[in-house]
């Protein structure tokens, strides 16, 4: 590690919080320089890059106090198979793109490696409290809320007001979850509300990226969204089992397997 980003990650460890100013005078380089370091810092998972600096990492992509208000059972469950999904979703955004990120924890995993990679410049509609949170202060992202009441496992706006805003808006891409995938009935929702606002999803956009860990595959089901044939592609982990490979091979289901990092494994 170079001296630059030795110099950045004790002022971290001391302060917890750095700003690219005040490391650009202390070091006597450009701020170019310092959000350079910063950026490949976050790429090796030392840090959090956060609007004008950056703040120290955690073992996970919440903070505690934040995964406390936001049901953290749901966010820690298969992250390391999550974030693979969300890397390899993240392949398919093109800068100047319109995405929309629904309340899915997948797709909540989508929007942390947004914020984390400044390399793209995007719109981003949501309609998810806590991607939104990840997202609200960084600059390469033009954030749009979805409004409506807020519910769910995950705090997100549902109901007539949030379907109503997002036919609103012109999707390129969007990145949803599913309770399940059912190779008989289709793509599935938990309930009908969040069915409803898949469904308004599907219409808005052009492209629908469904974004699904292994455990999706054959899951109960209670609302039924879509037959798979009507979105772009599913993206799922290397756990799935080689049943479901061949039964969406046979299917001719436009899958994508991300391979888990062995460091997160």
């Given at each position: ?9 004790q002022q971290?460890q ?5 700003d690219?100013s005040?490391?650009s005078?202390?070091?006597g380089?450009s ?8 950026r490949?810092?976050a790429d ?5 890059r956060v609007?004008?600096?950056a703040v120290?990492?955690s073992?996970?992509?919440v903070?505690?106090g ?12 298969k992250?390391?198979?999550k974030?693979?999904?969300?890397k390899?979703?993240?392949a ?10 629904d ?14 990679h400044?390399?793209k410049?995007?719109n981003?509609?949501?309609?998810s409290?806590?991607a939104a949170n990840e ?6 992202v033009?954030?749009y809320?979805i409004g409506?009441?807020?519910?769910g496992?995950l705090a ?9 805003s997002i036919?609103?808006?012109?999707i390129d891409?969007a990145?949803?979850?599913v309770h ?13 509300p969040q ?8 219409q808005?956009?052009k492209?629908?990226?469904?974004l ?6 054959e899951?109960?089901?209670?609302a039924v969204?879509?037959p ?6 599913i ?6 089992s080689?049943?479901?490979l061949k ?6 289901v436009?899958?994508e ?9």
């Open positions: 590690m170079d001296d630059k980003k030795l110099y950045i990650m971290l001391e302060k917890g919080r750095v690219v005040t490391l005078e202390a070091l380089c701020k170019v320089t310092i959000r350079t370091k910063i490949e810092l090796e998972g030392k840090l959090v609007r004008g600096g120290a990492a073992d996970s992509a903070s505690e934040f995964k406390t208000k936001y049901n953290s059972d749901h966010l820690d469950q992250v390391a198979e974030k693979a999904i969300a390899a979703a993240y398919y955004i093109e800068s100047g793109d319109v995405i929309l990120i309340d899915s924890t997948t797709s909540f995993y989508l929007a942390v490696y947004i914020r984390d400044a390399e410049r995007i981003v509609v949501t309609n409290v806590p997202l609200s202060s960084v600059d390469h033009e954030l809320m409506g009441y807020v519910d496992f997100a706006s549902m109901g007539d007001n949030a379907v109503a036919k609103g808006f012109k891409k990145f949803i979850g399940s995938i059912n190779f008989d009935v289709g793509l599935t929702s938990i309930a009908t069915m409803q606002i898949k469904q308004a999803i599907l808005a956009s492209h629908v990226i469904v699904a860990d292994s455990s999706k595959f899951n109960g089901y209670l969204i879509c798979i044939g009507a979105v772009d592609k993206i799922t982990d290397d756990k799935i080689e049943k479901n039964r969406a091979e046979a299917e001719k436009p899958l397997v991300a391979q888990t990092a062995p460091e997160e494994a």
